[in-house]
């Protein structure tokens, strides 16, 4: 099992990035925020990982921090969420956000994130619900903040930025656009134009 990698930052392409360890290059799956909190491309980067194994292809997913990761296990096991929804979970609510919301039993606010339907919101409320329980005091261990992520400083890659993790989050092209053409303003980073642009939608 690989459970940590640190290298280079070779490319950034949400929601994958090429990380060089020794000249072997890792594509590597990850929520946004992670993608969030990176570094620049060129420079080191240490991720937390989680190593899929399936019949058609191995596929490493990484975090920014072994919090986001324990979420990421706790959600694979739950029936009828693979490891492409609990990216889209962790990428679609903010980590706080979400542990609220299984612990209200709002499945309103999680049929928001692409992909979850009423059926998976209520079984992540009722399956989550104990697991969080396990996990340590109402799931307040796995808490991670979105204020504490790196913001971007350009508007035109803040931009470019919002839109291509919004269609990795399963949103159309032109609904990507419309949406981050409509919230964007000048000072915003990325992470504002994304979460804006989620709320209006």
Known sequence: MIGRIQGTLLENKAPELLVDVHGLG????CPLSTI???PATGEIVTLHTHLA???DAHVLYGFATQKERTLFRTLIKISGVGPKLALAILSG?????F???IQDQDPGALVKIPGVGKKTAERLIVEMKDKLAQLGSQGAELITPMEALVEKNSRTDALQDAEGALIALGYKPTQASKAVSNVAADGMSSEDIIRAALKAM
């Open 93 to 97: 609510m903010e980590t706080n956000r």
């Open 36 to 38: 969030f909190a990176l």
């Open 99 to 101: 542990i609220q919301s």
């Open 26 to 29: 890792y594509e590597i799956q």
């Open 53 to 55: 194994i399936r019949e």
